[in-house]
Structures are given as structure tokens and as C-alpha cells.
């Protein structure tokens, strides 16, 4: 029971971390003036990756590296199936009002570069290298559009940014930057460990482990703003909530942790689970292409499939 429940401290631990870290640098940035557009283009997503990026630098340091690549897939298949999943079934998503296709493609490009540096058996600095190039270049890209909108005038919205606050004082901001620099590695090593434990002790490898308690915990952030955003009847938010977090785990968590060390793919991912990540991305094609919303009935499918996956990964 008690690594359980270590495991769920660490959990807690690490999104807290990861939240007031966001909050901080956030408002930091928007104090030294940096346009509201690109802080939440590069800090709020790179934020909200923080937990996975701090697990998987963890796991490999610990030998563990299943953790890292359960992790970064499991996740990404989390947040199609389970993350827009739960929220439709409280409110029907109306993706068929959004424009998230520039986007979707990007993150179809960073699946597949993905699964093919998978199959030399171990993602090494190059192909870690060759993951963030890509994503600088995507990030270029959406500096340039930034720029452009603000160049033509656009409104520089600081309601878009949920973290930021005008009147924050420094001396709060500097609190939030140091308690998050704590709280994430901290909470890494503590759900690392313990779930390496639970692993061992039921039986279980640490790539099920990764795949299923950790990316279904770590996912929980992108659950919270998607729900909240169904309710406001916000698809947009939802939808590229979702294809952005899982763009930068793939290019970004992965990429950096072979700064480490070299993180090995188990061939249980190329044969299933890299595959299900591919065909639950491809699943939202009729939502971003064809103009339908995720009605209730879609996201009770959705949720269903991810509940098969995990019976699958655990048998």
C-alpha cells in the first residue's frame, strides 16, 4: 500500500510543481514584456510538459527507461482516448467550428518521424537531436505567425493565458519559479521510484507501468483544462490542448532525455502500442477534416476503447 500511495503523493507533488512553475514563468515573462502569443506558444506548453520530461530524465538516470517510453506513448494515447473522451460525454465537443488542421499535420509528421526512429531499437542523442530540430522548426513557424498577428494589430489577449496576472508581485512570481524548480524533480523521483516498486511487485514491467498508472497520472492536467473547456464550450482549447501536448511529448520529452542517456524501445512498442498511438491520432481526422463535433456517443466510444487498451497492456 505504501508505494501506492507514495506514488500518489509524488503524482500530486509533480502537477503542483509543474502548475505554480507555469505560473511563474508565465507571469515573469509577461512582465519583461514578452508578447502574450509567444509565451503561450513556447513557456505554457512547454510548462504543462514539465512532469513528463522530469519523469523520463528520472527514469532514464534510473535505469528504467520503459518508464520514459511508456510514459511519453501512453500519454499521447491518454489524451485522444481518455482526455477528449470524458469531456464529450459531458458536453459534446464542436470541433466542426475549429481549425486545427495546420496543427493535427504537424503532430501526424511527429508520429511518424517517431515510430520510424523507434524501429533502430533505441532512441540515442542523434535521433533525440533530430526530434528537436523538428520541433524548433515547428516552433519557428508559429513564431512567425505570432508575429504576424501582432504586427496586424491583433488584440495581444492576456485572458488567453489562464496563469496570468498583471498585478503579481515579484516577489510571488520569484516564490512560484523556486517552489516549482523544487517540487517537479522532487516528485519525479518520488513516483519513479514507486512505480518502479509497484511494477516489481505485482509482476508487471515498468513499460506497463509507464504506459498505463504514470501517463494515465501525468495526463491529468490536459483532463482538467479539457473538461473545464467542454463546459465553456470551448472546442478549440480542447482539441489543440490535446495535439499540442501530444506534439511536444513526442518531439520534445524523448528528445531531451537522450541528453542523458539512450532510452530503448521494448519491442512490445513496435509491434502494439506505438501502432495504437498512430490509429488513435488517425481517429480524430473526421473532427479536424471533415466537420463533425465529438458527440456524447463518440466520446463514450473513445473512453471505451482506451478501457480495452489498458485491460490489453495489463493481461
Known amino acids: 500500500m505504501m508505494p501506492w500511495l507514495l506514488s500518489g503523493l509524488g503524482l500530486l507533488i509533480l502537477l503542483l510543481g509543474g502548475d505554480i512553475l507555469v505560473r511563474g514563468a508565465v507571469n515573469l515573462s509577461l512582465r519583461l514584456g514578452v508578447p502574450a502569443l509567444i509565451v503561450s506558444l513556447t513557456i505554457v506548453a512547454f510548462g504543462t510538459s514539465a512532469p513528463e520530461l522530469l519523469i523520463a530524465i528520472k527514469a ?106 498583471p498585478d503579481l508581485p515579484y516577489w510571488r512570481i520569484g516564490l512560484y519559479l523556486l517552489l516549482g524548480m523544487i517540487g517537479l524533480p522532487l516528485g519525479a523521483n518520488i513516483l519513479v521510484d514507486n512505480a518502479s516498486v509497484i511494477a516489481h511487485a505485482y509482476g508487471v514491467s515498468d513499460t506497463a507501468i509507464g504506459l498505463t498508472l504514470v501517463a494515465v497520472g501525468t495526463s491529468l492536467p490536459e483532463l482538467s483544462t479539457t473538461v473545464m473547456a467542454a463546459l465553456r464550450r470551448q472546442a478549440d482549447v480542447a482539441l489543440g490542448n490535446v495535439i499540442g501536448s501530444n506534439m511536444f511529448n513526442l518531439l520534445a520529452i524523448i528528445g531531451v532525455a537522450t541528453l542523458f542517456g539512450p532510452v530503448p524501445v521494448d519491442p512490445s512498442f513496435l509491434t502494439f502500442d506505438l501502432w495504437v498511438m498512430l490509429a488513435a491520432s488517425l481517429l480524430l481526422i473526421p473532427f479536424v477534416f471533415l466537420g463533425r463535433d465529438i458527440t456524447r456517443t463518440w466520446g463514450a466510444a473513445l473512453t471505451a476503447l482506451y478501457v480495452i487498451y489498458i485491460a490489453v497492456v495489463l493481461m
Open 60 to 165: 532514464v538516470l534510473n535505469d528504467t527507461p520503459g518508464i520514459a517510453m511508456g510514459n511519453v506513448v501512453g500519454s499521447n494515447t491518454a489524451n485522444i482516448l481518455l482526455v477528449l473522451g470524458i469531456p464529450a460525454m459531458l458536453a459534446v465537443l464542436h470541433t466542426s467550428e475549429c481549425d486545427s488542421s495546420k496543427t493535427y499535420l504537424h503532430m501526424l509528421v511527429a508520429s511518424m518521424l517517431f515510430i520510424a526512429l523507434a524501429y533502430s531499437g533505441e532512441f540515442g542523442m542523434i535521433d533525440g537531436l533530430v526530434l528537436m530540430t523538428v520541433l524548433g522548426l515547428i516552433l519557428a513557424n508559429a513564431f512567425r505567425e505570432a508575429r504576424a498577428h501582432i504586427q496586424a494589430g491583433e488584440p495581444d489577449d492576456l485572458e488567453d493565458i489562464e496563469e496570468a496576472d
